[in-house]
């Protein structure tokens, strides 16, 4: 006998609670548990074997695990047996004779009911769960997998463990080099907790179990199948496939840090605040070097770097800060790809070219007829990164496939919104993407994008191997993480300043607007952000009107 059933034997140790609690009323049984098993892990130090990839393929115990991914596509809500009574039909009926036994069916889709046992229709309980399809985390860095690996026995695939030791190492970037887009393999997830608990395009750790099931097992009918002896045979035959019971998921919000509250509540953000105080000179050396000395564009880079939406004023994102970074050249731009994909948790890069445009499948769309979401490019976790790079575009003619990819980097980059094709109508889903454009000269893509014209020397020194050592990386990524998640507030004194230099610029400007005041406010408190300081200071303020002085003057 196992000493943590819940891991070795999960189906029997749920058995056994069923049994323990057949008189409690069937709607508490899913609560039950889920809490029993939330519970006895919390307790426990053991390590759950990990799957990121499709390495389920080639793994045939039924042990509780998890399923790290992004929940790519919400199915239809579906009924499955939640418990059911049986009797012998071959027992002695006498004061001794256990005849009615409760059983549940959560957790196996294939409970068959054998011959011996007869079941009472009138005793069977139903629930709802969600039907799920989860895919890998596009554009993920191996980084992130190897970060897990103290935490979870992670399983990997034999194709992938057998890729060369280059393509071992290098992030699985999400590129769309053949226009063709991409294609992400899912798993069929079972989900028992409720709607709430988890949100499209978001990435989980789902706990639960695998189960090799028939292609055509539905929830209903082909639970608790009447055994005969006569379909074994041809039910065999069938194809297989293999779907995920989850009992319950925990959101990641961060791929650094576990609990993000350690490092930004009241307790740590003092230490947090430091830690930025100590790491920004080094981004700020690493960017400089990379940008040929450009310290203007090094800065801007930064700040884009941590921006974020954190807030919307009706639809219009506030937070977020857009680059297009002109005058580059394709090495600087491989130089910044090889870079943010050592210290980002997810990075899409596409090339921009007319091929690319015309070929590529940016925007997800839904298959009416099967009711499948078929993903895209920009369909994509929050707070993924994006390089837009037109330093290899050419002449040439886009089709109406390439304008309405280039009209949907607009509305991204414009609004944060991606329109997902449903064939008769187009349904709006929020992002919250960094993107930066690298163009050789105004970039294609017309919208609000902070232009920022490199200097014409500039070019990355930096040496083709490793462009920061794993200790610097390591440091690099809890300082994007600390400060895109820092708390921030603007003390009375300095919202004052503020407001008189707005009244000040349009006495000077009649120009000045609404939104350069907004833009000059954000950047006010991404530079107070990256410098550890949750409070808007004069410092910060006056650093923010010097940056923002030097990007007008450099985009001229």
């Given amino acids: ?83 059911y009574k049986t009797s012998n039909n071959t027992a002695k009926i006498g004061p001794n004779n256990n005849v009615n036994q409760s059983s549940t069916a959560f957790l196996k889709d294939s409970t068959i009911i054998t011959e011996e046992l007869v079941l009472d229709q009138e005793n069977v309980n139903y629930a709802d769960r969600l039907s799920l399809k989860v ?61 709430s608990d988890v949100v499209l395009n978001s990435v989980y750790l789902f706990y639960g179990v695998f189960e090799k099931v028939t292609v055509n097992n539905n929830a209903v009918d082909e639970f608790l199948m009447e055994h005969d002896k006569q379909e074994p045979a041809s039910a065999s035959s069938l194809p297989s496939n293999f779907i995920f019971h989850a009992i319950f998921a925990q959101p990641v919000l961060s791929a650094v840090v576990d609990n993000i509250l350690t490092v930004t ?71 910044l790809t090889q870079l943010l994909q050592s210290i980002l948790p997810n990075l899409v890069y596409f090339p921009m070219t007319v091929e690319s445009l015309n070929k590529s499948k940016l925007i997800p769309h839904k298959d009416v007829e099967t009711g499948v979401l078929h993903t895209g490019v920009l369909q994509l976790p929050p707070g993924s990164s994006v390089i837009i790079d037109e330093t290899c575009m050419e002449p040439g003619t886009l089709d109406e496939s390439g304008l309405a990819n280039l009209a949907a980097l607009t509305t991204l980059i414009q609004n944060q919104k991606v329109y997902y094709d449903f064939k008769f109508q187009n349904v709006e889903l ?22 920022l014209k490199m200097k014409p020397t500039a070019e990355p020194s930096m040496p083709r191997c490793a462009i920061v050592s794993i200790e610097q990386a390591y440091a690099l990524r809890k300082y994007l993480t600390i400060a895109k998640f820092l708390q921030y507030e603007v003390p009375l004194e300095m919202s004052e300043i503020a407001q008189k230099h707005f009244v000040q610029s349009r006495q000077e400007n009649k120009q000045y607007s609404a939104d350069d005041f907004h833009h000059m406010l954000n950047t006010a408190r991404l530079v107070s952000l990256s410098k550890g300081c949750s409070k808007l200071n004069e410092e910060c303020w006056q650093k923010a009107k010097q940056l923002v002085n030097a990007q007008m003057e450099q985009s001229k």
């Fill in 1 to 83: 006998m196992s000493d943590q059933p819940w891991i070795d034997a999960p189906f029997d140790y749920v058995q056994s609670l069923n049994a323990n609690y057949s008189h409690e009323n069937p709607k508490n049984l899913l609560k039950i548990f889920a809490d029993s098993f939330k519970h006895r892990l919390l307790g426990s130090n053991s390590k759950l074997d990990l799957f990121c990839n499709d390495a389920y393929l080639e793994q045939s115990n039924s042990k509780l695990c998890v399923v790290r991914g992004m929940l790519q596509d919400f199915g239809e809500s579906e009924l499955f047996v939640l418990n």
């Fill in 135 to 195: 895919t890998p985390v596009p554009g993920e860095g191996s980084w992130v997998v190897d970060n897990l690996r103290s935490k979870f026995n992670v399983k990997e695939s034999s194709s992938l463990s057998s890729e060369s030791e280059e393509g071992s190492k290098s992030a699985k970037l999400r590129r769309c080099d053949d226009g063709s887009g991409v294609i992400m393999k899912g798993l069929d997830v079972k989900f028992y907790g409720e709607d």
């Fill in 265 to 335: 509540s009241e307790d740590t953000i003092d230490q947090s605040c430091a830690v930025l105080r100590e790491t920004r000179p080094l981004l700020m050396s690493v960017l400089t070097e990379l940008f040929g000395g450009d310290s203007t564009t090094a800065e801007w880079t930064l700040l884009h770097l941590i921006s974020s939406v954190y807030k919307r004023a009706d639809t219009m994102p506030i937070g977020n800060l857009t680059l297009n970074i002109t005058n580059s050249s394709r090495d600087v731009v491989k130089k």
């Fill in 430 to 451: 929020l992002t919250n993407y960094n993107v930066i454009i690298m163009s050789s000269t105004s970039s294609l893509v017309k919208s609000s994008a902070l232009r």
